[in-house]
Structure formats: C-alpha cells, structure tokens
C-alpha cells in the first residue's frame, strides 16, 4: 500500500465552523506533512511532525491546529478561517532520518465562505 | 536548500523525449536533486532524485552536470499523461523540509 488517503476530498465552511481534515498513511512512515496550495501556485508547507513530534511549523496562523495521534494518522483542525484560507491542502508522509521521496494524497479542496 | 531555477513553460511532441533543465547553481556538496511532477487536480508525484550520478527509473533519466550546477529531467517517450507541473528541488540530506519552487510547466502536444 503506498497511498495517502486524504478525507474529505472537498469541504465547505463557514468562517465561524470547526471542520477536521484527516490524513491516514499505511507505509510505516514516520514523517508526516501539511502543505497548502492555491491556485496556479506551488505547494507551501505548513507543519512537518516527525516520529509523532511536531518538528517544523512555518510560521502558521493559529487557527490551523496539526495534530498527530499516531504514526498512521495527521489531522489538521480549522477554526475561524477567512475566506483567503481557501486552496488545496495536501498531506504527504516520507520516511524519516534518510533522503526519500515523499508520498502525497490527492488533497482535500477547501472553500471558505 | 539551494534555489532552482527553471523554465516557466514548456512543450513537447507526443512520442518525443522532453528534457527538462534546472539550474541549481549554489548547490551543496551534500544536496540532492528531486523531481516531482503534478498533474492537474492531483498532489504531486516523486519522479526521481540524486547527488553526483546519473540515475534513471521506470519513469524518467536525471542527468547532473559533473560541477552539479545544474540538472536535465528526461521522460524518453513523451505521451499526453505527461502534461504537468515539473519541480526540480534542492535538498540537503536530513532536511525534513521539502520546499517546492514555480516549476515548468510542461504541455505534451498531439
């Protein structure tokens, strides 16, 4: 099973909700990534957690909230999001301690309003 | 992580081999140099890396300069499929970042 498996695939919220984007990876990886993408733009990352730590944060907002429960699982909480926070978010997990490609789900499409 | 630097667009004739270039100039001794690709609505997808060698897969041939300031992607039998975003990155070995510049974007022609 190599696949990062991102739920939903497409979200709607208003700017007063609490949502969850989920992340679930079966490889063994340790190292696990949020990144966000707008449109025509590149992916730019968010949080890195290696072994289950959050490890790398860059500089986000607060009400993105990571969370990871386990090595197999990422979560990423919203709350209070401005219309701007709407792109594509993408999970990707790699092996850690070693150069290895990273694998990406197909992102959950969210839209703020 | 060094900058890279490539093309903003390119094209390619179905069936031909399309290379790809990025400058990597500042590079580091112990950097490597991934390929992704993104296809349209989808996340991005490892192609390849490497340090000093050429390396080649079931998808693609890195070609590294031997002063390793630059780098060429080819993909030997272009088809359609292959229209996406190209990323080349730089990255240090141990760096949990993987930080992605604007890419080429590469049009497969019919």
Known sequence: ?113 | DAKTTQPPSMDCAEGRAANLPCNHSTISGNEYVYWYRQIHSQGPQYIIHGLKNNETNEMASLIITEDRKSSTLILPHATLRDTAVYYCIARLFGNEKLTFGTGTRLTIIP
């Not at chain 1, 990144?35 to 072994?51: G, N, R």
């Not at chain 1, 429960?69 to 070693?98: I, M, V």
Request: net charge positive; hydrophobic share 35%; charged share 20%.
């Open chain 1, 1 to 113: 099973d190599t696949e990062v498996t991102q739920t939903p695939k497409h979200l709607v919220m208003g700017m007063t909700n609490k949502k969850s984007l989920k992340c679930e990876q079966h490889m063994g990886h340790r190292a696990m990534y949020w990144y966000k993408q707008k449109a025509k733009k590149p992916p730019e990352l968010m949080f890195v957690y290696s072994y289950e730590k959050l490890s790398i944060n860059e500089s986000v907002p607060s009400r993105f909230s990571p969370e990871c429960p386990n090595s197999s699982l990422l979560n990423l909480h919203l709350h209070a999001l401005q219309p701007e926070d709407s792109a594509l978010y993408l999970c990707a997990s790699s092996q850690a301690d070693r150069v290895a490609e990273a694998f990406f789900g197909q992102g959950t499409r969210l839209t703020v309003v």
